[in-house]
């Protein structure tokens, strides 16, 4: 019921900042859904860093990313983003778009798990000189 594409990774000195979007598409209105960044580092596992509400209006972060990742998003254009500042090596990673359905009313940082219903292809982010 929704496709998910990301777009923005590439190579970026530490330090540099980059921004990833996450482009949406098929019949379930984005409004109706809450959207979660996750990292995938070589030999790691999958990570949250970043969770935000139906409405936007919501976000959360775990310390890891906490002042240097922002994420929003705009439902008229079908897209999420992840602004990410201070980037460092330990940043390097596939990063994935992932939603699932939520209603802003039972919005709460527990939404955005590794179970989520929908799930980009991923793009790659290396931090490095």
């Known amino acids: 019921q929704l496709q998910l594409v990301e777009s923005g990774g590439g190579l970026v000195q530490p330090g540099g900042s980059l921004t990833l979007s996450c482009t949406a598409s098929g019949p379930l209105p984005l409004k109706y859904v809450a959207i979660g960044w996750f990292r995938q580092a070589p030999g790691k596992e999958r990570e949250g860093v970043s969770c935000i509400s139906p409405s936007g209006s919501k976000t959360n972060y775990p310390d890891s990313v906490q002042g240097r990742f922002t994420i929003s998003r705009d439902n008229a254009k079908s897209t999420a983003y992840l602004q990410m500042n201070s980037l460092r090596p330990e940043d390097t990673a596939v990063y994935y778009c992932?939603?699932?359905?939520?209603?802003?009313?039972?919005?709460?940082?527990?939404?955005?798990?590794?179970?989520?219903?929908?799930w980009g292809k991923g793009t790659l982010v290396t931090v490095s000189s």
């Open positions: 992932a939603a699932i359905q939520n209603l802003e009313s039972d919005y709460g940082p527990w939404v955005c798990k590794d179970d989520m219903a929908y």
